[in-house]
């Protein structure tokens, strides 16, 4: 398990850029996967966009060509950086990071960042 913290949130004007971290508490070079989710008031908890340890990428249709989803090893760290923002991004964002070891996986959860996109 990995203990992870968020940073970044904010209020922000539609068409505005934030960009989210999500600190790790150990190396997330071994970790299978990291990932970003929001949940918006009312709504399920949605994957955003998630990058594996080979450092390939994938991302929610809504957010596609306006996120990016990245990580830096040696500062064991995840960012996302979120451009082109409107009022449906409001949400707040989880880290997650995703273990797979001998078939079974686990999940760990940051606390959350608000994002809230004003119009």
């Known amino acids: 398990q990995v203990q992870l913290v968020e940073s970044g949130g904010g209020l922000v004007q539609a068409g505005g850029s934030l960009r989210l971290s999500c600190a790790a508490s150990?190396?997330?070079?071994?970790?299978?996967?990291m990932a970003w989710y929001r949940q918006a008031p009312g709504k399920q908890r949605e994957l955003v966009a998630f990058?594996?340890?080979?450092?390939?990428?994938n991302y929610a249709d809504s957010v596609k060509g306006r996120f990016t989803i990245s990580s830096d090893n040696a500062k064991n760290t995840v960012y996302l950086q979120m451009n082109s923002l409107k009022p449906e991004d409001t949400a707040v964002y989880y880290c997650?990071?995703?273990?797979?070891?001998?078939?079974?996986?686990?999940?760990?959860w940051g606390q959350g960042t608000q994002v809230t996109v004003s119009s």
């Open positions: 997650n990071a995703h273990f797979v070891l001998g078939g079974m996986s686990s999940d760990s």
């Open positions: 150990r190396s997330i070079a071994s970790i299978n996967a």
């Open positions: 990058i594996s340890s080979g450092g390939r990428t």
